[in-house]
């Protein structure tokens, strides 16, 4: 499960089996039981949440924006990509 960064204690990762045939580009958020899943495609867009509040998705969504072209090069990189 390749962490990409953390923020404010929260996990920022993907894992390593990302399905076959692999999956578009995206991250999981994770912190404690709570968790959430965003694509990363033209824009950022939540998969699912579990637990986390409506402001924190909103958090999550500028960060993941911010921080897309880094999600990207760890994604590439770690797929061979």
């Known amino acids: ?3 990409v960064f953390d923020w404010k204690g929260h996990r920022f990762h993907f894992f390593s089996n ?3 045939p ?3 580009i ?3 958020v994770q912190k404690g039981p ?3 899943k965003f694509w ?3 824009f950022v867009s939540l998969e699912y949440n ?3 509040s409506s402001k924190e998705l909103n958090e999550f969504r500028k960060v993941i924006e911010d921080k897309s072209k880094l999600i990207e090069e760890k ?3 770690h797929f061979n990509i």
Do not use: S, T, V
């Open 1 to 3: 499960m390749p962490k």
């Open 18 to 20: 990302e399905g076959y």
């Open 22 to 24: 692999l999956e578009p």
């Open 26 to 28: 995206h991250i999981h």
């Open 34 to 36: 709570n968790r959430a």
């Open 40 to 42: 990363i495609k033209q």
């Open 50 to 52: 579990y637990g986390f």
């Open 75 to 77: 994604w590439n990189e």
